[in-house]
């Protein structure tokens, strides 16, 4: 059987994050990350978390889910295709490898699209949907 791929769920909030998720209490220190399985880390991130404003309609720090998932890197292995030396098409933001351009364009679109401080690029990357 084979062993799950387990992965560093960060909470890039300046408060600790707190939340129940499958009848289990989860705390993450402001700045820290936990080790999760990636599936599980994917449903974590992407369970809703209903916004909290407050009286001028800004929403409270407190209720920010800023949450990132990196991959744990095992060995140099993963920097590289087996056939050669070439590096892998790897997020410069969080470290992901994705095994071609598609799917690095896939995940910087769902992970790091708010994120891009070139407007031009960030558009031609909306455009490639």
């Not at 300046?14 to 990636?38: C, S, T, W």
């Not at 369970?47 to 404003?53: A, D, G, I, L, M």
Request: hydrophobic fraction near 35%; aromatic fraction near 6%; charge should be positive.
């Amino acid at each position: 059987m084979k062993k799950p791929k387990m992965v560093k769920v960060w909470n890039k909030n300046i408060l600790d994050y707190e939340e129940n998720f499958k009848g289990q209490k989860i705390v993450i220190p402001a700045g820290k990350h936990i080790v999760m399985e990636r599936a599980e880390a994917v449903e974590f991130k992407g369970k809703f978390r209903q916004p909290v404003y407050n009286k001028g309609g800004v929403q409270e720090i407190s209720s920010l889910k800023k949450i990132v998932i990196e991959p744990i890197i095992e060995d140099e292995a993963d920097f590289v295709n087996e056939e050669s030396t070439t590096p892998k098409h790897t997020c410069m933001k969080c470290g992901f490898n994705a095994p071609n351009a598609k799917q690095l364009a896939a995940h910087v679109r769902s992970n790091h699209l708010a994120d891009m401080e070139d407007e031009k690029a960030r558009k031609e990357l909306i455009k490639g949907l």
